[in-house]
């Protein structure tokens, strides 16, 4: 199963220039989501207590890898999403800010959690999930993506936190 043929690639949305990666056509594939998950989940730690992940494609994942994995799952959202008392953090975007909150009571100190999205660009999305674990005291078990923009250089902001995907494509 290649992974790969599954991911639509869309030219120029949202905006010219951006080489859009779609994976709903690989989602709904069922041989091809399983396939996706399963790999996911062989690239976990072994030991890890929770897995959270940020709207809102990391649910697509996140959902079903906690669930094969027997794990529970909090996720990570825009401001003004989540209903119970929140922390938050800012990331710097090309333009702007963005900010990223969870349930202050998401995580229990010394938590290993494991944080998963769609597709790590310039990984700015994952570094805030990073850090929003560590502002409640847990710990990043890992960092999992089904696809990498290797050009974006993900992988470098992410440096010293163990980081897995499944699909690389340049940009
Ligand atoms: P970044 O914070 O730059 O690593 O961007 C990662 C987030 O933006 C992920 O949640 C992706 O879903 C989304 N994203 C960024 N670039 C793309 C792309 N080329 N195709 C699809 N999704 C993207």
Redesign the pocket.
């Given at each position: 199963m290649e992974l790969k043929d599954k991911i639509r690639v869309i030219e120029g949305f949202p905006n010219e220039g951006?080489?859009?990666?779609?994976v709903t056509t690989l989602t709904k594939d069922p041989e091809a989501f399983k396939a996706a998950v399963d790999e996911l989940a062989a690239r976990c730690p072994k030991d890890f207590d929770l897995v959270i992940g940020?709207e809102s494609?990391?649910f697509l994942f996140g959902t079903a890898l906690a669930y094969k994995l027997g794990k529970g799952f909090e996720p990570v959202r825009k401001p003004g999403k989540l209903p119970a008392e929140t922390v938050e953090v800012s990331y710097a975007l090309e333009y702007g800010t963005d900010t990223l909150q969870i349930h202050k009571d998401a995580i229990e100190k010394g938590m290993k959690v494991v944080i998963v999205?769609?597709?790590?660009?310039?990984?700015?999305?994952?570094q805030a999930c990073c850090k929003l674990v560590e502002q409640l005291g847990g710990e990043v078990a890992a960092v999992v993506a089904v696809?990498e923009?290797t050009d974006?250089k993900?992988r470098e902001l992410l440096k010293g936190y163990k980081v897995e995907s499944l699909v690389e494509y340049p940009?």
């Amino acid at each position: 199963m290649e992974l790969k043929d599954k991911i639509r690639v869309i030219e120029g949305f949202p905006n010219e220039g951006i080489s859009f990666k779609d994976v709903t056509t690989l989602t709904k594939d069922p041989e091809a989501f399983k396939a996706a998950v399963d790999e996911l989940a062989a690239r976990c730690p072994k030991d890890f207590d929770l897995v959270i992940g940020p709207e809102s494609r990391g649910f697509l994942f996140g959902t079903a890898l906690a669930y094969k994995l027997g794990k529970g799952f909090e996720p990570v959202r825009k401001p003004g999403k989540l209903p119970a008392e929140t922390v938050e953090v800012s990331y710097a975007l090309e333009y702007g800010t963005d900010t990223l909150q969870i349930h202050k009571d998401a995580i229990e100190k010394g938590m290993k959690v494991v944080i998963v999205d769609d597709l790590i660009a310039t990984g700015g999305t994952l570094q805030a999930c990073c850090k929003l674990v560590e502002q409640l005291g847990g710990e990043v078990a890992a960092v999992v993506a089904v696809i990498e923009l290797t050009d974006l250089k993900g992988r470098e902001l992410l440096k010293g936190y163990k980081v897995e995907s499944l699909v690389e494509y340049p940009v």
